[in-house]
């Protein structure tokens, strides 16, 4: 009986200590991250012609959870409003969407370090007469629905008419019907739409403040301590510099994220 039971409890401590070990991050499927992202912000994140996810945001996260030891990462798209309260109740394990990291979306998850930082752009028809925010008086401008675009709007183009959309695609076939002037979104998806559709990107507002990051679970900082380890990692190897030049070509490069090297030239 006293061989039987020890045996029987170190088999039960052994399973305890395995459960830990296969799943530190809290993953809901072990050994797999389920990725919320977007399917229409190119060229952070989007489907290609193909379905499949990819993008400046895509294929960092990527690399980064290969350095964290997970190669089976599954991007799922949301629209952008439901995004975080999806990571929040656990159904992704972390949210992949150029989503700036903000004190408000704090109380909601947690974020890794920042991983890019740039601008909120104005973007409409050559013609519609918007060179600066004065001129959106009397305007019809698109939103997204819980973005940075819509706060910042809300707030500062208070002469303007909002009129928000679930996601991008919506907004731009919005503007190309002329049922809106403009779409607020940000710089590098003004642009690709822009020369998509010929558009023009019309204000560029800085966004610095609320660099992108990783959204996560609250509480989970084995994951967020992971994945930070692992983006220095990716910053200082010119990774993210080589991901950068691949989906942002032309674009100022922001030097906070470049290797250490190279900074403050
Ligand atoms: N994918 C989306 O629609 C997200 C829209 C918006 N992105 C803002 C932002 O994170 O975009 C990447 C960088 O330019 C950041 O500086 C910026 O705050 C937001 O977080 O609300």
Known sequence: ALVLSACASGAAGSSET???DE????LITPGQIRVASLGDAKPYT????SGEFTGFDVELFTDVAGRVGID???FTGQDFSGLLAAVANGQFDVGVAAIGITDERKQTVDFSEGYLAGYLTVMGHPDAGIDDEDDLAGKRLGVVQGTLQEAYA????TETELVRFPDNNAAISAVNSGSIDAHFLDYEAAK????????V???DI???DAPAGFAIAKGNTEFQAALNEALAAAMEDGTWKELYEKWFPGSPMPEQYLPSSEQGE
């Open 154 to 157: 809300v707030k500062n183009f």
């Open 206 to 208: 800085p966004s610095f």
């Open 23 to 26: 799943n530190p991050y809290g």
């Open 46 to 49: 989007f489907t290609d012609e």
């Open 192 to 199: 690709a739409y822009a020369e998509q559709y010929g558009l």
């Open 18 to 20: 395995s459960d830990a």
């Open 72 to 74: 089976d990462v599954v």
């Open 201 to 203: 990107n019309a204000i």
